[in-house]
């Protein structure tokens, strides 16, 4: 069975800076990419950053050069960094990882969320 546990969500002021990370756990091979997905009240869930298994990375536009997404393979950690918080990134945000399996196929997991608001 395999598992993502987020952590580091919270309420901060605008401006602010808060740091997600979300540790995979299980049996598998190995993962692929790891990604932040976040959805607000009454939005669809959307993609925030992506990070594939060789470094290559995707910001969605409104995020771009104020977060950054990491991965610590030795930890099976993904981390995301978030700086100059906006009240607009609100939201639940949700890890997703791509898994490599014992039998060899491939799936991917989310975690349970964790809420971030930003707010004076």
């Known amino acids: 069975q395999v598992q993502l546990v987020e952590s580091g969500g919270g309420l901060v002021q605008p401006g602010g800076s808060l740091r997600l990370s979300c540790a995979a756990s299980?049996?598998?091979?190995?993962?692929?990419?790891m990604g932040w997905y976040r959805q607000a009240p009454g939005k669809q869930r959307e993609l925030v950053a992506y990070?594939?298994?060789?470094?290559?990375?995707n910001y969605a536009d409104s995020v771009k050069g104020r977060f950054s997404i990491s991965r610590d393979n030795a930890k099976n950690t993904v981390y995301l960094q978030m700086n100059s918080l906006k009240p607009e990134d609100t939201a639940v945000y949700y890890c997703?990882?791509?898994?490599?399996?014992?039998?060899?196929?491939?799936?991917?997991?989310w975690g349970q969320g964790t809420q971030v608001t930003v707010s004076s």
């Open positions: 990070i594939g298994s060789g470094g290559r990375l």
């Open positions: 997703n990882a791509v898994f490599i399996l014992m039998d060899r196929s491939m799936y991917d997991y």
């Open positions: 299980g049996s598998f091979i190995s993962i692929n990419a």
